[in-house]
């Protein structure tokens, strides 16, 4: 099982340059999410998926964008790339335990925007 | 919306024991997790509570009281791996989705 699997790694682009952050799980998850994490703010929500074909957007949407094709597969789309938007992303995608989504991470996908 | 508030930094001593408390409002509380980050790592899962009282795992245990907004982490017979961020997170609401806020975590340095 490979958990979480985020692609790229390390990312630099310009100003207005677009790029797609992709993320895939294998542990069959109905939920999956995109953090985004900067120094002092901690961990904020960009958009979640409950399923295939259904997303929502979380608390920091603006200038991204998400698809859920697959059960296994959330991308998320930065369509025009600000500095503002150089950060670490997280994907994470949940399972139920008592009750509650425990979310499993990604390992981060860490942009620098020039 | 969500407030959260825990604490920025905190040092204790490989063995001693450490409390991280974590302060909460929310319109409607449905369970508060803590995570554990390394440096440079994702976040990874500790504890649940969504009842008041203590949950016991192993060297950490978490509490909730809900009337009171607050949780702690406590860790015990710390260890030098224990070094890391600790994140509070609460989930309000029910149904589906999993929107859940963060704390800004608490960064733990163990010494010897």
Redesign the interface.
């Known amino acids: 099982n490979a958990g979480v699997t985020q692609t790229p790694k390390f990312q630099v682009l310009k100003t207005g340059q677009s790029m797609t952050l992709q993320c895939a799980q294998d542990m069959n998850h109905e939920?999956m999410?995109w953090?985004r994490q900067d120094p002092?703010?901690?961990?904020?929500?960009i958009h979640?998926s409950?399923?295939a074909g259904i997303t929502?957007q979380?608390?920091v949407p603006n200038g991204y964008n998400v698809s859920r094709s697959t059960t296994e597969d959330f991308p998320l789309r930065l369509l025009s790339a600000a500095p503002s938007q150089t950060s670490v992303y997280?994907c994470?995608s949940?399972r139920r335990?008592?009750?509650?989504?425990?979310?499993?991470?990604?390992?981060?996908s860490r942009l620098t925007v020039l | 919306g969500q407030n959260i508030d825990q604490p920025t930094e905190m040092t204790a001593t490989e063995g001693a024991i450490v409390q991280i408390n974590c302060t909460y409002q929310t319109s409607g509380f449905n369970g508060l997790f803590w995570y554990q980050q390394h440096a440079a790592e994702a976040p990874t899962f500790l504890s649940y509570n969504v009842l008041d009282g203590l949950e016991e795992k192993g060297r950490f245990s978490s509490f909730l009281s809900r009337s009171k907004g607050y949780s702690y982490l406590l860790l015990k017979e710390l260890q030098m791996k224990d070094s890391a961020s600790y994140l509070c997170a609460v989930r309000e609401g029910s149904g589906g989705g999993n929107k859940l806020t963060f704390g800004t975590g608490t960064q733990l340095k163990v010494e010897l």
């Open positions: 939920y999410s953090y002092g703010m901690g961990l904020r929500l979640y409950v399923g929502d979380g608390e997280f994470a949940s335990i008592s009750g509650a989504n425990v979310l499993t991470f990604g390992a981060g």
